[in-house]
């Protein structure tokens, strides 16, 4: 017999997450689409973990940190702002790395 957790490394999983996780991004803010609803994702498991929840995104709002594994829905959810992501080499022209 399989458990989910025989499949937790493939492909279809994989799949699964990313259907989980959706846009969201370390450094990103998000919006649930209700108001105040605002949050930073500050780490992202993708799993698979011996306990439930398999996958988990760490968050921080207006009632501070935690960690939950809320499916993003397009319906509701929205990006307010990407992760800024800095070159490994910051172009010389452009001054030196930051």
Same mark, same amino acid.
């Given at each position: 017999?399989?458990? !989910?957790?025989?499949?937790?490394?493939? +492909?279809?999983?994989?799949?699964? &997450?990313?259907? *989980?996780? =959706?846009? /969201?991004?370390?450094?990103?803010?998000?919006?649930?689409?209700?108001?105040?609803?605002?949050?930073?994702?500050?780490?992202?498991? !993708?799993?698979?973990?011996?306990?439930? +929840?398999?996958?988990?995104?760490? &968050?921080?709002? *207006?009632? =501070?940190? /935690?960690?939950?594994?809320?499916?993003?829905?397009?319906?509701?959810?929205?990006?307010?702002?990407?992760?800024?992501?800095?070159?490994?080499?910051?172009?010389?022209?452009?001054?030196?790395?930051?």
């Amino acid at each position: 017999m399989t458990s !989910r957790w025989d499949t937790a490394s493939t +492909p279809e999983y994989e799949r699964w &997450v990313d259907e *989980q996780i =959706g846009p /969201r991004q370390v450094g990103g803010r998000y919006d649930h689409g209700y108001e105040d609803s605002t949050y930073d994702v500050l780490a992202i498991e !993708r799993g698979p973990r011996d306990t439930w +929840p398999i996958w988990r995104i760490q &968050v921080r709002d *207006q009632a =501070g940190e /935690r960690w939950h594994c809320t499916a993003w829905d397009p319906r509701w959810d929205r990006v307010v702002s990407t992760a800024v992501k800095i070159p490994e080499w910051w172009p010389v022209s452009e001054g030196g790395r930051p």
